[in-house]
């Protein structure tokens, strides 16, 4: 394994140039694209004298030719690799023009210009834009683009890059061509360009101040009737951005282009988004309602970043969470806003606690701004993108919501245009609250999750309730020793009653320990801290399990009754795992099942909460509940409280199933789905008992599904049953559906993550299925991340052998696709904390990993950080 460069923040200095425009030609043919660079250049004074080489960035291609002002210049004028372009010496101002050969079909990184289908598209973020020409490719440098598309007109009638069209028509031997011009200076990582033969699906959005955009959603001609969703959802965040933060779209036009093979979820392109087909097409018959939530935050995301990423932008990418931290907090307020607010925080903070707090007790983990990386797209991590939009929403609590908005305000009016840094975004909220944020500012520069015990001390002579909260965070490979955080934590207090006795209020811890104390008080009172989950902490209490189902019921903030809930479900897990280690009978407290029956019964609780409330934890999340996991008593203990509560609760659990069952299948209002949420958790419980009653029940409802989120939902279901079961049902979803490409994906990923005993034989099977293909991100995060990710008794087998298959995948996927590969590779991250049989074989697949002669830049980074 080749040791790799690391890039440091501190090493950090301006490019030496300016680039005062950008005119870019792709001229498309049959098995090649010819790009002709045209630079407009000039030395910046403040960093570049008459010695300063000019260096750009360049990927793995042939130049054909380079001219710089009218002179053409030969091969040993300037110097190319397979890396950098360079002029050992420049004019002051001048022009370059650079042209090279693409190989776009060739391309199965899928960053650059690549082939998906018959659409020719871009991916430039991170530092794609080097592989299609040479060029200073780094988020400070930006320019004003003009992008000219010549290409045959049948294959490609339609033309596409960012801004606005100006110019097209038809050349000769049926080819015609298309100019666009973007006003708006950019970086080049949102350089865009599209070519294909696409539906197109219109509408119109009027801004606030009267500016009439065209809105273009294109995808391939067969499901053009799949994108209205995406559609409505544009327009939802249009106008909500105007209303909660005032920003109105720039341009006339604003598109989204659908496409199959995608590394990410989607890409905010200026005026050009280019997304996962999975984040736009969807229809009742072929997307479940989570698809729905997901495609209108996805929507909403990459708008947002008009403003919050492309007008203003980063000054390197360790600034990564600057666009991403903040646009993950606007598109979780949006979503809160349009849907229910308390659901949207739970599974908010569900998926940070299931996937960030790993992140960050592993040899992943780095500050929300990293100090370096070898490559950076391992980067884009839930710790820049979640903990980073919890970090503003801390930012936003502190302040109060009309100091943020002039905060923001002032962040949009004073950098608009520029390349900024984390420093200017914490500044202007500083600057208008007048608070100092150096401390708070640790939450950027210092990692690992805060661990915070809450202890009550009640003094009956005085009447008062004191809350001691201590924090302490476990040093790692970034400091040695943690500073305390600044942590806002919010606080109510409610009687037996379920009243509150003390309006909430904002508190902040800044010391080790701290106390506050609350006088007057009786002492059956109860503290409802961190409300909303005011701080990315890990919270220990001395609630007991009697106080945990009362706050269950009665805290009067949600989020924490589903905490409450949730840490119950695991403290009975924890006693089920100490029962099989030690040989005692497994057994469920009483407390717990009349806590869950009770919640059950209530008919006043919102069903959409219900479902979060009652879900028990997933094995992957229980996991970080242990310092050793163990996989199998884990998997164990689950079952035997999921079965004990349904075979306790069946009657109600039946009675509730039918209550929901009436929702109107194609209605996708917030109503309908919280109804299926509810009746489909129901209807998991009773599934997972071996009876035959239950068992024609979830048949039923598979077989009658009237949309997908019924239908997958059984379908899951009887994935886990009998290997007769699973495959008959495999068969009838395979049958109806293998002509829809997303939907096979969901046929992929149920499998893969089945308990059944044979799953490990199966997913290798599937990987030789004619619609399974290495090539395709969404078929391998479907088949082999589902398996590896979401299947820890099978993944995690005792003989090794999920292990060596998913290693031997990884190590095929590294050659086609690099970015997926070492993304995947993260399974293997926790190999410290498994068991010693485990532990030596999962090391020993990652020394496998490092073994390799040619190992990816991005798979060396992921490999070798878990193996230090
Ligand atoms: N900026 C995009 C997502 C994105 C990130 C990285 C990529 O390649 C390494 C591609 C896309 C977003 O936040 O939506
Ligand atoms: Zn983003």
Redesign the pocket.
Known sequence: MNEHKKIQLKDYRPFAFIVDHVDLIFDIREDHTRVTSKLKMRKDPAWADETTPLVLNKGKFDIISVVAGDMVLLPGEYKSDDETFTLAATPDVFELEIANILKPDENTALEGLYRSGSILCTQCEAQGFRNITPYSDRPDVMAPFSCTIVADKTRYPILLSNGNPVKSGDLDDNRHFAVWEDPFKKPCYLFALVAGDLAVLEDRFTTSSGRDVALKIYSEKENIALCSHAMTSLKQAMAWDEKRFGREYDLDLYQIVAINDFNA??M?NKGLNIFNAKYVLADPQTATDDDFMGIQGVIA??YF?NWT?NRITLKNWFQLSL??GL??FRDQEFSSDMNSRPVKRIIDVKNLMAAQFPEDSGPMTHPVRPDSYIKMDNFYTMTV?EKGAEVIRMIYQLLGQDLFRQGMDLYFEKFDGMAVTLEDFVGVMETVSGRNLDQFFLWYTQSGTPEISMTRQYNDNTGSLSLTFTQSTSPDRNQSEKKPFHIPVRISLINRAGETVKQEALYELTQETHTFKFENVSADIYPSVFREFTAPVRLSTDFSDQDLAFLMARDTDPFNQWRAAQTLFINEIKNLVTAIRTGRAMTVSSGLIQAFSLALEDRKKDRAFLSKALALPLETEIKDHFEIIDVEAIHQARTFLKQTLAKNLESELKTVYEICRPAPPDDISGAAMADRSLKNLCLAYLGCVPDKGNQALVLKQFENAGNMTDEFAAFKILSHMTPEMRDSACQAFYNKWQARTLVIDKWFSVQAQSRLKDTLDQVKQLTTHKNFTMANPNKVRALIFAFAMNNPIHFHRADGQGYEFVAERILALDKINHQTAARLCACFNLWKRYDENRRILMKRQLETMAGQKTLSKNLYEIVSRALE
């Open positions: 979820g989607a905010e995301h990459e970043h990423g666009k991403e646009t993950v993108y």
